[in-house]
C-alpha cells in the first residue's frame, strides 16, 4: 500500500506535534510529566491504524535522531515504544466500535494502559539493570506510574475532547 500526500501529511504533523509536545515537561524523578501521551491519545482517536502506528514511529525516529543514540538508555525512552502500540490499538480498537464518546474514553483507557504496560518494565530495566538503582517494584511503580495516573486521566479526557471537536468541525483526518 502507497502512503497518499493526505496520510503523509497527518503523520508528519501529528509526530512533529508529539515531538514538540515533550519539550513541555515537570521534572517528576526519572519520568517527567509531559504532553506526549495527550498528542499519543489524539492520535490513536483520529488517523487510521496504519496512519497512527507510522506517526509514532516517524516520532521515535526524531527523539533518535535528535536525541542522539544516547537516549536508548533513558528510563522514559521505552514509553516511547508504548506510543506505537497505544496509538495504533485505540486506532484499530475505533474501527470496530461505534463512533462515541463512550467508545473513545474506553480507547483513551486502553491505550494509556499500553503505555505503562510496555513502558514500565523498560524504565525498571533501566533503573535497576543498566543504573543499577537498585528500586523495589513499588518505588518504580510509583515513579513511572503512580504519580501520572490522575495528569493521565486529565490528558484522556481532554484527549476525547479534542478528538469529539476535529472530527466534528474539520474534515482532514480519516
Request: proline fraction near 4%; avoid cysteine.
Amino acid at each position: 500500500m502507497t502512503l497518499t500526500v493526505r496520510d503523509i501529511t497527518q503523520i508528519s504533523l501529528m509526530a512533529a506535534l508529539t515531538f514538540i509536545s515533550g519539550f513541555i515537561m515537570i521534572p517528576m524523578g526519572p519520568v517527567p510529566f509531559t504532553l506526549q501521551t495527550l498528542l499519543v491519545l489524539v492520535t490513536g482517536l483520529l488517523l487510521k491504524p496504519r496512519a497512527a502506528l507510522l506517526t509514532q514511529v516517524l516520532h521515535l525516529l526524531l527523539k533518535l535522531l535528535l536525541g542522539g543514540g544516547q537516549s536508548i538508555l533513558s528510563p522514559s525512552f521505552g514509553f516511547l515504544f508504548g506510543f506505537i502500540a497505544a496509538a495504533w490499538a485505540m486506532s484499530i480498537l475505533l474501527l470496530k466500535w461505534e463512533n462515541s464518546f463512550v467508545s473513545y474514553m474506553k480507547a483513551t483507557i486502553i491505550g494509556t494502559v499500553l503505555i505503562y504496560l510496555i513502558g514500565m518494565p523498560y524504565m525498571a530495566v533501566i533503573l535497576n539493570g543498566y543504573l543499577g538503582a537498585g528500586y523495589t517494584i513499588t518505588q518504580v511503580f510509583w515513579m513511572g506510574m503512580g504519580l501520572f495516573i490522575p495528569g493521565d486521566l486529565l490528558k484522556a479526557g481532554l484527549a476525547v475532547l479534542i478528538a469529539v471537536r476535529v472530527k466534528k468541525h474539520v474534515r482532514l483526518f480519516n
